[in-house]
T-cell receptor
Framework: DAGVIQSPRHEVTEMGQEVTLRCKPI?????LFWYRQTMMRGLELLIY????????DSGMPEDRFSAKMPNASFSTLKIQPSEPRDSAVYFC????????????FGDGTRLSIL | KNQVEQSPQSLIILEGKNCTLQ??????????LRWYKQDTGRGPVSLTI?????NTKSNGRYTATLDADTKQSSLHITASQLSDSASYIC????????????FGTGTRLTVIP
C-alpha cells in the first residue's frame, strides 16, 4: 500500500527563485501536515489541513511561504522568493483524522537554496 | 513555556546491548507523547503513542515508559541491532488549540558491530 509520496526528492535552486514542493497523502487520510527539519531547530510543523481546509498555519515562517490543498489527494508548499535560509528537508505527513492521530511521513524533499 | 528536551544528544553502543533514551517535557495540558524513529534520508516512523493513563507501551524490542507526574518518558531498546541506528524523536501533544505539537531535537543512536 503506497505511503505518502513527495516530489521532488531533491531540489537545488538559486536564491530568488520560486520553489514548489508536492505531496500526495495516503488515500483515505483526511489530515495533511507540512514540516520543515533542520539540524539547528529539528522538526517544525508549518501548517496542517483537515479535509482540505487549512486549520493552523501559525508555523509558516513568513509570507514567502504558502500551502494549498486543492483536493484530498494533492497538496503543494510554495516558497516565493526563496532564500538560502530556507534550505532544509521538508516533510509531508498524513493521518486518518486530526493532529493527535498517528502521522505517516513521506521521505521528504531536500531543498538547497544557493 | 512548552518544551521537549531529549538526552543524550547522541549515543554509540555495541550491537546486542540495551540502551535507554530520555525525554523530559513541560508541555501542558498533556494529551499524548509519541516516539518516532527516523532513518537517515527517510521520514520519521511512529514507534509508540502514549496517553496520560498509559505508563508503558511496547513495540517489539522498543519499550516506552511515561511518568506523567514527573513529565518524563524513556525509550528502551533491547538487544540492539545495526538497523536500530537512527535518530529517535520525542513529540508531545498538548490538549489545547490547533498547533499543539512540540518536538524534541532527537537522539542520534549509532549501533556498531
Amino acid at each position: 500500500d503506497a505511503g505518502v509520496i513527495q516530489s521532488p526528492r531533491h531540489e537545488v535552486t538559486e536564491m530568488g527563485q520560486e520553489v514548489t514542493l508536492r505531496c500526495k497523502p495516503i488515500s483515505g487520510h483526511n489530515s495533511l501536515f507540512w514540516y520543515r527539519q533542520t539540524m539547528m531547530r529539528g522538526l517544525e510543523l508549518l501548517i496542517y489541513f483537515n479535509n482540505n481546509v487549512p486549520i493552523d498555519d501559525s508555523g509558516m515562517p513568513e509570507d514567502r511561504f504558502s500551502a494549498k490543498m486543492p483536493n484530498a489527494s494533492f497538496s503543494t508548499l510554495k516558497i516565493q522568493p526563496s532564500e538560502p535560509r530556507d534550505s532544509a528537508v521538508y516533510f509531508c505527513a498524513s493521518s486518518l483524522t486530526g493532529i493527535s492521530q498517528p502521522q505517516h511521513f513521506g521521505d521528504g524533499t531536500r531543498l538547497s537554496i544557493l | 513555556k512548552n518544551q521537549v528536551e531529549q538526552s543524550p544528544q547522541s549515543l554509540i553502543i555495541l550491537e546486542g546491548k540495551n540502551c535507554t533514551l530520555q525525554c523530559n517535557y513541560t508541555v501542558s495540558p498533556f494529551s499524548n507523547l509519541r516516539w518516532y524513529k527516523q532513518d537517515t534520508g527517510r521520514g520519521p516512523v511512529s514507534l509508540t503513542i502514549m496517553t496520560f493513563s498509559e505508563n508503558t507501551k511496547s513495540n517489539g524490542r522498543y519499550t516506552a515508559t511515561l511518568d506523567a507526574d514527573t513529565k518524563q518518558s524513556s525509550l528502551h531498546i533491547t538487544a540492539s541491532q545495526l538497523s536500530d541506528s537512527a535518530s529517535y524523536i520525542c513529540v508531545v501533544s498538548a490538549n489545547t488549540g490547533a498547533n499543539n505539537l512540540f518536538f524534541g531535537t532527537g537522539t542520534r543512536l549509532t549501533v556498531i558491530p
